[in-house]
């Protein structure tokens, strides 16, 4: 017999009844029933329970027994009495009659405690993360990341993608974010960097003929932690593919995404056949590049209504500056009193003066509120109507052209209307008597998010965001650049070796900053969960646009060197994407917070609390990499 077990916890069943065996695991926990004793035995496979009663010579000892003890039990297999099985657990027929207990390894009182799910600081979680990962929850967590990470592996492999890796030690790259930087002994002075991604290597491999790569693969970016970002590394699922346009990317990928999905998402509907929206249809529509499309409501442009209006707030922001827009954004079964000013509590929570609203009620379309009393009944009414859809049969205002064609082109056109549930088909008769409306004033692009805020806010307030689905998108045409406030100057807004549309004539001839690239990312759920682009191959193009963000042509040639080289010497068309692991793992397990999916992550301060890192460097080490420490003053 095998010294510590013959059996695994979760594996006997009724055809082992009769059969001398034994376990190993730890007591997950331990009861009194009169004198007998019940210890559930854990182990990595499921928790058998086992018995000792009185009259076994072990009883002595089990008496001693305490959570999290290592123990090894010998007895023998017998039914669970009648009335006490227990259908949840797949050993649940059966039990342990022991006669024998060996304690293989004794434990400390629990700094936390192993059995039951309760809450607990997260410091002391992470202080003892080896302890919080026996908890069921998060153990079954990081067995779903393996075989999530199994099924995209084997997923790639049947669409042709073979699998490399690429080095971890590099050069720096401007990924968008700090680099971690490792100081080289042999080199005084010089500095490696780790991988914010493997985006140069993973083009290097397209440089050299191998047609389709993917990588399960580690990235490490300084940047500051959230819930939905961990600090320091994660994980995506790298990809690149020669000789493609953008079509070929979305039709390799698009099934792999949706597959994980499905084989994950535990019978939640999963979008097929994933909706695409422009980088400015999603912002105008959503307030966000990464929206939720399991909240049904729109954001409408409702300029022209507050154009010369009574309400001269809105009249003269639209007069003063010809930029400035008006957007509403419907709350069904919000018109209340009570609920408009705790939504205009909440937006000053957030920053803002407040949110302005109308709401409805008593059959009166002329609606409720200062607005409405402002801006007066005709005009109220026609908003009422407009919001649900029937733009050229009610308006009487004096619209400009170009904002009336531009509304119905967004409702009609630029946005798959069938998938999002818009507020119209959500309430098929419009703005009705309960209903209300809010308000946000500005520049697009200082608006918009907090646009998406208001909409975000407003679908969890009314309980419109149906929780048990999964909706995919692609955000395609995102702009090339963007304007840095900070360092007042031009630079890439998404990934900097995409390909511009219009190619290096686009890049010599327009406004960098109304330039669109081939670039994309996928969305799920009011996350992005992958990111791609078609790739700048040709070197002349590559150079002016890192020239526009401010890079000398030597300058690529220094930090590039070799993929600028390796362009002169056929470069095939390319593109590719990266999916993050942890977040795609986070969304079908339910959580909201990377830690719940992860092994040994660090906190918000970027500290790993169990093994103490980051750490002090001895004199000896900072002496071999021939670096001094210059600390800020405390």
Not at 84 to 113: F, S
Not at 225 to 251: C, I, K, N, T
Not at 444 to 465: N, Q
Not at 502 to 529: H, K, M, S, W
């Amino acid at each position: 017999m095998h010294r510590y077990r013959t059996h695994t916890c979760g594996a006997l069943r009724d055809s082992n009844i009769g059969e001398t065996v034994r376990l190993s695991g730890w007591c997950h926990r331990i009861r009194d029933h009169g004198g007998v004793l019940f210890v559930d035995l854990r182990d990595h496979y499921g928790i058998t329970q086992c018995v000792v009663d009185p009259d076994s010579k072990a009883f002595g000892l089990a008496e001693k027994l305490r959570s999290e003890w290592v123990v090894r039990m010998e007895g023998k297999v017998r039914h669970r009495p009648a009335g006490t099985e227990n259908a949840e657990l797949p050993t649940g027929q059966v039990e342990l009659y022991v006669a024998d207990i060996e304690v293989l390894g004794p434990a400390a009182e629990l700094p936390l405690p192993v059995f039951g799910e309760q809450d607990y600081p997260e410091d002391i979680r992470l202080k003892y993360r080896f302890l919080d990962l026996r908890r069921d929850r998060l153990h079954q967590n990081i067995m779903t990341r393996g075989a999530i990470i199994d099924s995209m592996r084997r997923r790639m492999k049947e669409q042709g993608f073979f699998e490399f890796q690429t080095p971890i030690l590099t050069a720096s790259s401007p990924e968008g974010a700090r680099d971690f930087l490792v100081p080289s002994r042999i080199h005084p002075g010089k500095f490696y960097a780790l991988p914010q991604a493997p985006q140069q290597y993973k083009q290097l491999l397209m440089m050299s003929g191998f047609d389709r790569y993917f990588q399960i693969a580690p990235c490490f970016r300084d940047e500051d932690p959230r819930a939905d970002r961990l600090p320091g590394e994660f994980y995506q699922l790298d990809v690149e593919m020669s000789f493609v346009e953008q079509e070929d990317v979305f039709a390799a990928m698009e099934p792999v995404i949706t597959g994980v999905f499905e084989e994950f998402a535990k019978d939640k509907p999963v979008t097929k056949g994933w909706p695409r929206i422009s980088y400015s249809a999603s912002i105008r529509a959503f307030g966000s590049d990464k929206p939720d499309l399991r909240n049904p409501l729109l954001i409408h442009d409702v300029t022209h209504i507050f154009r010369d209006s009574g309400f001269g707030l809105f009249a003269r922001g639209i007069a003063n500056n010809e930029k400035v827009r008006i957007w509403a954004i419907p709350a069904p079964k919000g018109g209340s009193r009570a609920f408009c000013d705790r939504m205009d509590s909440w937006a000053k929570g957030e920053g803002q003066p407040g949110l302005g609203y109308i709401f409805w009620r008593d059959g009166d379309v002329a609606g409720a509120g200062p607005i409405a009393k402002n801006l007066g009944p005709e005009r109220t009414a026609i908003l009422m109507r407009e919001l649900n859809g029937r733009l050229g049969q009610f308006v009487r205002l004096p619209v400009p052209v170009e904002e009336q064609t531009m509304l119905e082109s967004f409702l009609d056109e630029n946005f798959p209307i069938e998938v999002a549930r818009p507020y119209r088909d959500l309430r098929s008769n419009g703005l009705l008597d309960g209903d209300a409306v809010f308000f946000v004033m500005g520049v697009p692009k200082d608006i918009y998010k907090f646009a998406g805020l208001v909409r975000t806010k407003i679908g969890e307030e009314m309980g419109l965001i149906d929780k048990d689905r999964f909706e995919l998108a692609w955000i395609v045409d995102f702009l090339m650049y963007e304007y840095d406030e900070q360092e007042k100057k031009i630079d890439f807004s998404h990934n900097p070796f995409s390909m511009p549309r219009g190619g290096l004539e686009g890049l010599q001839a327009e406004d960098p900053l109304t330039i669109r690239a081939f670039q994309y990312d996928i969305v799920c759920n009011g996350y992005e969960i992958a990111s791609g682009g078609i790739r700048n191959h040709k070197p002349e193009a590559m150079v002016k646009a890192f020239e526009i963000a401010g890079y000398g042509e030597q300058e690529v040639v220094d930090r590039f060197g070799g993929m600028y080289r390796a362009f002169q010497y056929g470069a095939p068309p390319h593109g590719g994407m990266a999916a993050g692991v942890d977040r795609i793992v986070m969304l079908l397990c339910g959580t909201t917070n990377l830690r719940e999916i992860s092994l040994f992550p660090m906190n918000q301060q970027a500290m790993d609390l169990l093994m103490g890192a980051p750490s002090e460097a001895t004199v000896k080490q900072l002496r071999e990499l021939h670096i001094k420490p210059n600390l800020p003053n405390k």
